[in-house]
């Protein structure tokens, strides 16, 4: 069993274009990320949402919106695509409290 | 701002050998530190973490060594393995919103262990 599945693993898709990549655990953390690692690999924390309520938002363009349907998943979808969002992104997990975060395998989005 | 400072960026060691990664911090109110381990294709892995009121976590051939005064720590590869061939993550921890936590990762370091 996964314990955090993002979906799709690849997304090619054009400039303009909205997109959406989803994210689910079941490990029962109370708490979900998304993270941006760029081609140089370097992680950036994006959005935190603790049981459905955002509680970080680092400065990142509004075309990126999170959703949180049920403290089990954490969706972000993207508007009008740049070829600069190109980067692979991350959705981990933890306890709110916790300090340990479990990460997913990672969507490479590619925009041409 | 890079609040975590990692070094080197790439590092070649032959097998058996040790391998060092450093970092280096300035907020004070970061309180816990792990390493994150990275294959590729795949998320990053929790490797091991230490709290600051230790100098020094072992486990297995992985030790994180510690200097709060310094405000640095860096984590010691022993017999290092083809397989740990990966890229490394230092990170730390503080508080945020509450009881929530956040972590700020460092820049990565591209290790390579030669057979």
């Known amino acids: 069993d996964t314990a955090v599945s993002q979906t799709p693993k690849y997304l090619v898709t054009q400039m303009g274009n909205d997109k959406s990549i989803k994210c689910e655990q079941n490990?029962?953390?109370?708490?979900m990320y998304w993270y941006k690692q760029d081609s140089k690999k370097f992680l950036k924390i994006m959005f935190s949402?603790?049981?459905?309520?955002?509680?970080i938002n680092e400065t990142v363009p509004n075309r990126f919106s999170p959703k949180s349907p049920d403290k089990a998943h954490l969706n972000l979808h993207i508007n009008s695509l740049e070829l600069g969002d190109s980067a692979v992104y991350f959705c981990?997990?933890?306890?709110?409290?916790?300090?340990?975060?479990?990460f997913g395998q990672g969507t490479r989005l590619t925009v041409v | 701002q890079q609040q975590v400072k990692q070094s080197p960026q790439s590092l070649i060691v032959q097998k058996g050998g040790i391998s060092i990664i450093n970092c280096a911090y300035e907020?004070?109110?970061?309180?816990?530190f792990p390493w994150y381990q990275q294959f590729p294709g795949k998320g990053p892995a929790l490797l091991i973490a230490?709290?600051?009121?230790?100098s020094e976590k072992k486990e297995g051939r992985f030790t994180i060594s510690f200097n709060k005064s310094a405000k640095q720590f860096s984590l010691h590869i022993m017999d290092s393995q083809p397989g740990d061939s990966a890229t490394y993550f230092c990170?730390?921890?503080?508080?945020?919103?509450?009881?929530?936590?956040?972590?700020?990762f460092g820049s990565g370091t591209q290790l390579t262990v030669l057979p």
């Open positions: 949402y603790n049981n459905k309520e955002l509680i």
């Open positions: 490990l029962g953390h109370d708490t």
């Open positions: 230490i709290r600051p009121d230790v």
């Open positions: 981990a997990s933890s306890q709110r409290t916790g300090d340990r975060a479990f």
């Open positions: 907020n004070t109110a970061f309180d816990y």
């Open positions: 990170a730390a921890s503080s508080r945020v919103a509450g009881s929530a936590r956040q972590l700020t």
